[in-house]
């Protein structure tokens, strides 16, 4: 995987592409409306194996240097869903930006699915 690289007078800073889709992850679900972050099979057979997944969040950085993201999400029923991915996008931006000052080209949603929240009653 590539890696974003800057330089200092002290030497190199590298931003890894599984940094990018950790704070893009963590940014999505800080959303109301957004039920966890999807994923494809393969995703979810690594996590259950144990290894550390981002859900699915695809990063590229083209040869200008600007971030593409694709992030898979499963919004809770009864939320507009175009009004939560618009969040998630906007969200996802401002955390990137301030937290790597990368140039930030496109935050793709792919909304997978809908999910209800379980009650208390339907827990036990």
């Given at each position: 995987?590539?890696?974003?690289?800057?330089?200092?007078?002290?030497?190199?800073?590298?931003?890894?592409?599984?940094?990018?889709?950790?704070?893009?992850?963590?940014?999505?679900?800080?959303?109301?409306?957004?039920?966890?972050?999807?994923?494809?099979?393969?995703?979810?057979?690594?996590?259950?194996?144990?290894?550390?997944t981002?859900?699915g969040?695809?990063?590229?950085?083209?040869?200008?240097?600007?971030?593409?993201?694709?992030i898979?999400?499963?919004?809770?029923?009864?939320?507009?869903?175009?009004?939560?991915?618009?969040k998630?996008?906007?969200?996802?931006?401002q955390?990137?930006?301030k937290?790597?000052?990368?140039?930030?080209?496109?935050?793709?949603?792919?909304?997978?699915?809908?999910?209800?929240?379980?009650?208390?009653?339907?827990?036990?």
């Open positions: 995987m590539r890696a974003e690289e800057s330089h200092t007078d002290l030497g190199a800073i590298k931003i890894h592409k599984n940094v990018i889709a950790s704070i893009s992850a963590l940014a999505s679900v800080e959303i109301q409306g957004v039920k966890k972050i999807g994923g494809d099979f393969k995703t979810a057979f690594m996590e259950l194996l144990g290894k550390k981002s859900g969040i695809e990063v590229d950085i083209n040869k200008n240097e600007e971030v593409k993201v694709k898979p999400i499963i919004i809770e029923y009864g939320f507009n869903i175009p009004e939560v991915a618009a998630v996008q906007e969200n996802v931006r955390a990137l930006e937290m790597t000052t990368l140039s930030i080209r496109d935050i793709d949603i792919n909304v997978q699915g809908i999910e209800k929240k379980l009650t208390t009653k339907e827990v036990k």
